[in-house]
Nanobody, 117 residues
Framework: QVQLVESGGGLVQPGGSLRLSCAAS????????MGWFRQAPGKEREFVAS????????TYAVSVKGRFTISRDNAKNTAYLQMNGLEPEDTAVYYC??????????WGQGTQVTVSS
């Protein structure tokens, strides 16, 4: 089993920045990818970004590419999502996830990000 704990959400003005953290514990060796998803009110959960836990190759949703950066610190078993140029449309609950054996099958509890003036 893998446990994920997110932190770093909050309220920020448009154009501002936030950094989310996701600390993993448990069966870390089984993780292939770490990723971030988000769910806005009344919408389905959507993919934001992912990082290969072995080689750091990253993937981004078109809507966040160039504004968000995903990274990892293997020594701390932690993934990060640096979010710059935040827009009201980025308001959502952000979830950390891990992929094992080809599927996203472990999830954090979520952290609220609100972009508003």
């Amino acid at each position: 089993q893998v446990q994920l704990v997110e932190s770093g959400g909050g309220l920020v003005q448009p154009g501002g920045s936030l950094r989310l953290s996701c600390a993993a514990s448990g069966s870390i060796f089984s993780i292939n990818f770490m990723g971030w998803f988000r769910q806005a009110p009344g919408k389905e959960r959507e993919f934001v970004a992912s990082i290969n836990w072995s080689n750091s190759v990253t993937t981004y949703a078109v809507s966040v590419k160039g504004r968000f950066t995903i990274s990892r610190d293997n020594a701390k078993n932690t993934a990060y999502l640096q979010m710059n140029g935040l827009e009201p449309e980025d308001t959502a609950v952000y979830y950390c996830a891990c992929a094992r054996a080809g599927s996203w099958n472990c999830w954090g509890q979520g952290t609220q990000v609100t972009v508003s003036s």
